[in-house]
């Protein structure tokens, strides 16, 4: 089944990579970024705009820089 994925709000992504084990770093991000990590992996690691919502295409990107199919983002939604 194909996932189309679509803006999404910044606050409702935060709860999905959480539940997926990752670590959002308000702190650690340059501007108006934040750094989201996997505390297991380090190499799986991106930066999330403050923007509300997030575009579907930083949103892929995001994703495939963390290693995250669409498919279990969206269960995590």
């Known amino acids: ?17 959480r ?4 670590e959002i770093d308000e702190s650690r991000g340059k501007g108006s ?3 989201i990590y996997h ?8 930066t999330l705009p403050q923007r509300d919502p997030i575009a579907q295409g930083t949103l892929r990107n995001m994703l495939r820089d963390l290693r995250i199919t669409p ?4 269960e995590a939604l």
């Open 19 to 22: 539940e997926l084990g990752f």
């Open 71 to 74: 498919e279990d983002f969206s």
């Open 33 to 35: 970024h934040a750094v």
């Open 1 to 17: 089944m194909t996932h189309h994925l679509r803006n999404i709000a910044r606050r409702k992504a935060i709860k999905a990579f």
């Open 39 to 46: 505390h297991d992996d380090s190499s799986r690691r991106t």
